[in-house]
């Protein structure tokens, strides 16, 4: 089981979002702990005090060491070691890969900063920085929730059936192909014809085309350096017979340079690695 503490002067915004979900799905399954630590129940001065004024001058305040520190203590005291981590926008962004790791762990304690940051020896007592993004929100507690959403729907049995994961966006390294529900035409527009014939192993075929295709066409940069597998070359040589490739291969040259390297270097011409499980991926 995942047990997550997290660290914050707000412990109350997080009572509607774990109330709702996934979060509140795997807590309510036993599968994931989630609880608040409140920062001022560690301060030490009569108005409960967590910020103070920059050394050297400067416009807002910065987050005291201190309480912070006696809290990571006092969590690490009562609840064994937990991965303790500062949600920042100067940490490793979050990805995918990233709340895998994190769905793996036993324990986590996810500090959140306020004010115009945190004080620089706070660092030293943790062992992780997260960024959910290049921009600056002002305050980690959204960082959070978005982290704990992306974990806790890792965490096996949350989603009811783990294959739901096997062919989102990312899971492969790929962007997820296009999905659609009833009616068969929408104002004219037909929902296309092969995923209503019911033949398992064309739909899954063409489920791969259209997320190699859509990965090319939005996200080129996560296929960059991509060890295709047989299929993926055959996909993408269909692709390219459609013309859908041409434009990208003008503008992103390193996919025909990428195949080559691929079946050059392969031990039997073809390497596969973890997105090229097969079958799997899409069912
Ligand atoms: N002055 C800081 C800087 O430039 O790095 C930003 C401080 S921000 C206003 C306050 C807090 O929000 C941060 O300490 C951090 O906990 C959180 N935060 C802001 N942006 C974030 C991001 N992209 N990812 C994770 N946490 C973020």
Redesign the pocket.
């Known amino acids: 089981m995942l047990d997550v503490t997290i660290l914050t002067i707000f412990p109350r915004l997080f009572d509607s979002f774990l109330s709702f979900g996934n979060p509140a799905r795997a807590i309510q399954a036993g599968l994931v702990k989630i609880e608040t630590a409140d920062l001022r129940d560690f301060t030490d001065d009569r108005h409960r005090t967590t910020d103070d004024y920059p050394y050297g001058g400067g416009t807002g305040m910065i987050m005291k060491p201190e309480p912070v520190v006696r809290a990571i203590r006092h969590i690490r005291g009562t609840k064994g070691a937990p991965k303790v981590i500062l949600?920042?926008?100067?940490?490793r962004v979050l990805t995918q890969e990233i709340a895998e790791e994190l769905a793996r762990m036993e324990r986590i304690l996810l500090v959140?900063?306020?004010?115009?940051?945190?004080d620089e020896r706070i660092r030293a007592f943790a062992d992780d920085e997260?960024?959910?993004?290049d921009?600056?929100?002002?305050?980690?507690e959204t960082?959070c929730m978005v982290l704990i959403d992306a974990v806790a729907r890792l965490v096996p049995g949350v989603l009811g059936a783990d294959s739901h994961l096997y062919g989102e966006s990312f899971y492969n390294g790929l962007l997820e192909h296009p999905q659609y529900t009833r009616p068969a035409d929408f104002e004219g527009m037909a929902v296309p014809p092969v995923l209503l014939e019911g033949h398992h192993e064309k739909i899954r075929r063409w489920r791969r085309k259209e997320s190699l295709a859509r990965t090319l066409d939005r996200r080129p940069d996560l296929v960059k350096g991509r060890v295709w597998d047989r299929e993926e070359l055959e996909l993408l040589e269909e692709l390219r017979r459609e013309t859908r490739l041409t434009e990208l291969e003008t503008e992103y040259g390193h996919i025909e340079d990428d195949r080559e390297r691929t079946v050059q270097d392969g031990p039997s011409g073809i390497q596969t690695g973890r997105h090229g499980e097969g079958p799997c991926e899409d069912s």
Not at 112 to 118: A, D, M, T
């Open positions: 949600m920042t926008p100067q940490g959140c900063g306020r004010y115009e940051g945190i997260i960024s959910i993004g921009y600056v929100l002002s305050g980690g960082a």
